[in-house]
């Protein structure tokens, strides 16, 4: 079955720049989209199509693609940054949306 | 504003049955692919179902194909999922969100713990 591979965690210092990866086999050819997740909370898209920021989303997340290995990078990373971030894709042979495992962000 | 809220959660005994709901709001509810996505408690995200803007097309996990069931009524503009077999791996949270491909908005989920 098709899977997206991400770190389970990274941590960062206030001001440094956080870079989690997502790889997986179709993502040069799907799009991938990477989601935020703070405790307690449902999660919140940030980025979609590889490189496209919704409104509201500060600009300081941005999103890479380079082969099979998506990037989301987060520039300036503030303590309101610590979350769970989920890459995500789809499969138009089956399953259609997979997510990734998900990497912790901590901010030291 | 675009809002999504979930009910129908609870407690259910393995091999019962539940089904979900999801109120939509502030978007043109008819024209949007929606789909369930689901988080067991400390775990990942997991895809559950999709359906087309017409509910003509669905889309299941493998986990729960045979067992789930998506539906809309878009004159109410309401989503379903209708769970039967359950099992205690599908207990977590379930969110309805609105999109197909990707997941622009997301409800605040309700509960589903299956267990005796």
């Known amino acids: 079955s098709y899977e997206l591979t991400q770190p389970p965690s990274l941590s960062v210092s206030p001001g440094q720049t956080a870079r989690i990866s997502c790889s997986g086999d179709?993502?040069?050819?799907?799009?991938a989209y990477w989601y935020q997740q703070k405790p307690g909370q449902a999660p919140v898209l940030i980025i979609y199509k590889d490189t496209e920021r919704p409104s509201g989303i500060p600009g300081r997340f941005s999103g890479s693609s380079s082969g099979t290995i998506v990037t989301l990078t987060i520039s300036g990373v503030q303590a309101e940054d610590a979350a769970d971030y989920f890459c995500q894709s789809a499969n138009s042979g089956g399953p259609y949306v997979v997510f990734g495992g998900g990497t912790k962000l901590t901010v030291l | 504003e675009v809002q999504l809220l979930e009910s129908g959660g609870g407690l259910v005994q393995p091999g019962g049955s539940l089904r979900l709901s999801c109120a939509a709001s502030?978007?043109?509810?008819?024209?949007?692919?929606m789909s369930w996505v689901r988080q067991a408690p400390g775990k990942g995200l997991g895809w559950v179902s999709g359906l087309s803007a017409s509910g003509g097309n669905t889309y299941y996990a493998d986990s729960v194909k045979g067992r789930f069931t998506i539906s809309r009524d878009n004159s109410k503009n309401m989503l379903y999922l209708q769970m039967n077999s359950l099992r205690a791996e599908d207990t977590a949270v379930y969110y309805c969100v609105k999109g197909g491909d990707y997941f622009d908005y997301w409800g605040q989920g309700t509960l589903v713990t299956v267990s005796s």
């Open positions: 179709a993502l040069p050819n799907q799009y």
């Open positions: 502030g978007f043109t509810f008819s024209t949007y692919a």
